[in-house]
C-alpha cells in the first residue's frame, strides 16, 4: 500500500496571507503546527505560488509576535508587536493551562480559566478589526460544562461564544465539546467540534500488541447517557458492540452542590472475556472513569483501555498509578489540546496522543477556503490503519 499523501493537494486561493498566534498558554502546541504548516508550504508546488494572491504564502514561519504583559495590579493588556491588516489569522488558546502564574500585588496567582479567556479577548481586541479574517480554536471550550439551565443559573459558554462573536471573531474550533448543541447561542457564525477519534485509535494500535479488534474480543463503554454519541461512532467505525453506564443518583440529599451517585448501572451484553474501550470527552478527578473501570472487572472484563480528549487530572495521579498496579486499567489515552504536567507524561501507563499534525491540517485547508469535511470523519482513515495493525504493516 503506498504511502498516504501527507500534505494536501490545495491548490484553491488562500483567504489570506496566513498568521497564527498561539497564546502563552499554548506555545508549544502552536509551535509543533508551525513546524508542519512551513514543512507542506515549503514542499507543496504550486504553480501560482509567485502570485500576488499567494504573497506570504511560503514563510519561516507563522507564528506573529503577540503578548499580554500584566501590570503589578494584575491588570493586563493585549500587544500584537507586527502587523494582521489583511491576515487570515488563527488564535490558539488552551484555557486549561493551570501551570502559568501572574504577579497580583506581590502574590503568585496561577491563571484559571477566566483569565486565560481574558487575554485571548485582548488580544482580538489588540487586533482591532484589522485581520482578513479571524478564527480562534479553542481545544478546551471555555465553561463548556456549563451548557444548560437546570436552575437559576448563569450559562456561561453561550454567552462567551456570543461574546467572541460580537468581537468579530468569525470562526470558531473546538475538540470533542460537552454538548456540542451550545452552537445554537451563534446559530449564524462556523463552530465546529472535532472529534480526535483516529488519534486514539491510532495511538492505542501503536502502544498494544496483540489486540483483536472485533465484537468477540473488545468492545466500547460509555461510562455515561451523555458521551453515548463518541461510543456508539467508535463502536460502529471497529465494529464492536457498545455497553453504557447510567449514574443513580440519590436525589433527596446534595453533596457539593450535586446529588451524589449511589452506583454506576450498566446496560449492554456480557463483559467477560473482553477488552474495554471506555470513552470521554475529559477526565476531571477520574473518580467516575475509575468507578466504571472497576465496575468492568466485576464482570470479567479483560484489559481496560481509557480514552479521554481531555486529561484535566484534577485530584492528581495517585488514584490512576494505584489503579493501574492493582490491574484495574491498562492505558490512558489523553491528547496534548491541553497542558499535561511533565509527571504525566513519564507514566507508563499514559499514552499521548499528538494533534498538532491534526490541528495543522485544518488550519491549511480553511486557509485556502477548502472544505475540511473529510477531516471530521476519520473513518477511512481509522479503516486503513486498523487493516495495517491486522496485517502486521503498523509502523
Known amino acids: 500500500m503506498p504511502k498516504r499523501e501527507e500534505k494536501r493537494n490545495l491548490e484553491t486561493i488562500p483567504v489570506g496571507s496566513l498568521g497564527m498566534i ?41 507564528i506573529l509576535n503577540a503578548k499580554v504583559p500584566r501590570f503589578g495590579s494584575g491588570e493586563a493588556k493585549g500587544v500584537i508587536q507586527e502587523s494582521v491588516r489583511g491576515i487570515d489569522l488563527y488564535l490558539l488558546v488552551d484555557v486549561a493551562n493551570y501551570s502559568l502564574t501572574y504577579s497580583l500585588c506581590g502574590h503568585e496567582n496561577h491563571m484559571s480559566p477566566d483569565d ?15 485581520a482578513r479574517r479571524i478564527t480562534v480554536i479553542m481545544p478546551f471550550l471555555y465553561e ?25 471573531v468569525d470562526n470558531i474550533i473546538t475538540f470533542d465539546a460537552h454538548d456540542p448543541r451550545v452552537q445554537n447561542a451563534i446559530p449564524l457564525h462556523g463552530f465546529e467540534t472535532v472529534q480526535p477519534a483516529y488519534q486514539f485509535v491510532k495511538g492505542l494500535l501503536r502502544s498494544v500488541n496483540d489486540l483483536q479488534i472485533d465484537s468477540e474480543h473488545m468492545m466500547v463503554i460509555s461510562p455515561d447517557e451523555g458521551g453515548m454519541s463518541r461510543a456508539i461512532y467508535i463502536a460502529n467505525v471497529l465494529g464492536l458492540d457498545m455497553g453504557m453506564f447510567y449514574k443513580r443518583r440519590d436525589y433527596t440529599q446534595i453533596v457539593n452542590g450535586r446529588n451524589p451517585i449511589v452506583a454506576h448501572e450498566f446496560l449492554g451484553t456480557s463483559v467477560e472475556g473482553k477488552d474495554m474501550i471506555i470513552i470521554d470527552d ?52 489523553t491528547t ?60
Open 22 to 62: 498561539p497564546l502563552e498558554g499554548c506555545k508549544a502546541l502552536g509551535e509543533k503546527v508551525d513546524y508542519y504548516l512551513v514543512k507542506w508550504r515549503t514542499e507543496r508546488e504550486s504553480e501560482h505560488k509567485d502570485s500576488l494572491a499567494f504573497s506570504g504564502y511560503q514563510r519561516n514561519s507563522y
Open 116 to 130: 486565560h479567556y481574558q487575554d485571548l479577548k485582548r488580544i482580538i481586541a489588540a487586533v482591532g478589526g484589522k
Open 144 to 168: 463548556s460544562r456549563q451548557h444548560k439551565r437546570t436552575t437559576r443559573e448563569s450559562l456561561d459558554c453561550a454567552l462567551a461564544l456570543q461574546e467572541l462573536v460580537n468581537m468579530g
Open 282 to 333: 475529559m477526565i476531571s478527578s477520574g473518580e467516575s472513569v475509575l468507578e466504571v473501570a472497576a465496575a468492568l472487572k466485576e464482570r470479567k472484563a479483560n484489559k481496560i483501555f481509557v480514552f479521554a480528549t481531555f486529561g484535566l487530572f484534577t485530584n492528581g495521579l495517585e488514584k490512576f498509578d494505584k489503579a493501574f498496579e492493582e490491574g484495574l486499567i491498562d492505558r490512558v489515552l
Open 336 to 395: 496534548n489540546l491541553i497542558y499535561q504536567t511533565p509527571e504525566l507524561l513519564e507514566r507508563e501507563w499514559y499514552v499521548n496522543c499528538d494533534m498538532s499534525k491534526y490541528i495543522a491540517y485544518i488550519i491549511d485547508t480553511l486557509n485556502h477556503d477548502s472544505s475540511i469535511s473529510d477531516l471530521l470523519n476519520p473513518n477511512e482513515r481509522i479503516q486503513t490503519i486498523v487493516s495495517k495493525y491486522k496485517t502486521g504493516e503498523l509502523e
